[in-house]
């Protein structure tokens, strides 16, 4: 069974009884602090159905996660807290909080759960065995549980103890609401899409997006190509880029991309030009193919904004996965904007379109286009290996349906 296809056949944790059973719900937390305050609090909103869910049906619920990368063991900037009392807000009702997510406090405060009550558990990578998958830490924790649920799909594709190693412990392994959410739409893009199926891959290097440009060539109808990584595309068929970003080193590969992918692959016509990357910095226009010495392609041009736009007009389901320009300095965020607009144009005309990346998200919350897309994925990361075919230690994990 393809990968793609097993993923979405998975348990779903609204099928078990969890009334007056601890569950232990692995969440993705990862957000950041300033202060001691939440500034983008988008993931612990994904998580709200889920957590909200196992209230409703009388669970008590222990979640755990991750924040940061804390690299000597607890550190008050990576403490959890701050997300508590955010959390605390959403559910409104108050929120229990264990100074360490393993060990006697932990246990006695999940032992002393009535049903509907919510435990937050202290930073997972305060310990460093928590990302080795170490096995005693991994039966520390699924001690604190009777009933597994991982919601953390942009955690999902790291064998860590909370999201592969403590679930040997459990006999039910179920995804939340939003594993399922974006197993289901990354899986369908790859098994099943309503075609014409367009993909739009962006970003500064070639390198980052092989193994994704390889997976999806076979699955899509059109490939369109943005961002810096397009330069390496054009400097292989012998033409001038100027100072734009290059990969000597994949020129053979980009070369053997295009070959493969010759009727599917379309590369910008043209590109905004400039010496550097500077706010309202002069800008030229030039064919991608004949840039001057000294300047740099930093986001499709016009032309090419306006052929990507017609091919994606066809498109019933859209893949976006990196910005093709350097959206966050104007004016070399025209490009990726214009190519948010036609994706919300297109999701409100009945296409589904996928958003997938940190900076691709980003660029959709900048111009407000956020909740305009069928689905943006929580897990860059994660969603990068899912779409290059691999198998995710977290969602292999999960007992099937």
């Known amino acids: 069974m393809p990968i793609e296809t097993a993923a979405l056949n998975k ?3 609204d099928r078990l009884d969890v ?16 202060g001691n305050q939440v500034s983008d609090a988008t993931r612990i909103k994904e998580s709200l159905p889920t957590i909200q869910k196992l209230i409703r049906d009388g669970a ?23 997300v508590r009392n955010k959390l ?22 999940a032992q002393g759960l009535k049903p509907g009550e ?8 305060f310990h460093p065995e928590e990302e080795k998958n170490d096995l005693e830490f991994s039966k520390k924790l699924a001690r604190l549980g009777e009933i597994y649920v991982n919601d953390a799909f942009g955690s999902a594709h790291r064998a860590h103890a909370s999201t592969a190693g403590v679930a040997q412990f459990f006999e039910k392994r179920a995804g939340g609401y939003l594993m399922q959410k974006e197993l289901k739409f990354l899986g369908q893009l790859l098994s099943d899409p309503e075609r014409p199926f367009v993909a739009i891959l962006g970003g500064a290097k070639v390198s980052d997006k092989i193994a994704v440009i390889e997976n999806l060539l076979p699955k899509v109808d059109k490939l369109l190509i943005g961002g810096g990584m397009a330069y390496t595309f054009v400097a292989v068929q012998g033409k001038k880029v100027g100072a734009s970003i290059l990969e000597p080193e994949r020129l053979e590969l980009a070369g053997t991309l295009l070959q493969k992918g010759k009727d599917k692959i ?13 706010p309202d910095i002069t800008v030229q226009i030039y064919p ?34 990196g910005p093709v320009g ?17 994706l919300a144009e297109l999701t409100a005309r009945g296409a589904i379109t996928v958003v997938g990346g940190g900076d691709t998200a980003a660029a959709c919350a900048r111009f407000g286009l956020s909740d305009k897309m069928s689905h943006i994925s929580t897990g860059g990361g994660a969603a990068l290996e899912f779409l290059e075919g691999k198998t995710l230690p977290g969602v292999a994990a999960l007992s099937d349906a």
Request: proline content about 9%.
């Open 88 to 109: 605390a807000d959403f559910l409104g009702q108050p929120v229990e909080f264990a100074a360490d997510c393993i060990g006697p406090e932990a246990e006695a405060k």
């Open 266 to 278: 379309v590369l910008p016509e043209d590109s905004m030009v400039a010496p550097e990357v500077k």
């Open 118 to 125: 919510v435990l937050l558990l202290e930073n997972l990578r």
């Open 288 to 321: 991608s193919d004949e840039i001057p010495d000294g300047l740099k392609g930093l986001d499709i041009g016009p032309k090419a904004a306006e052929n990507f736009g017609l091919i994606l007009d066809k498109a019933k389901t859209v893949l976006w996965n």
């Open 11 to 13: 348990l779903s944790f």
């Open 60 to 82: 008590k619920v222990i979640l755990m996660s991750h924040l940061g990368r804390p690299r000597k063991g607890p550190a008050p900037e990576f403490s959890l807290a701050p």
């Open 19 to 34: 009334r007056g059973k601890r569950v232990l719900v692995r969440v993705d937390f990862n957000v950041p602090v300033e």
């Open 326 to 342: 350097v959206f966050e300095v104007s004016p070399f965020d025209a490009g990726t904007k214009k190519i948010g607009q036609k």
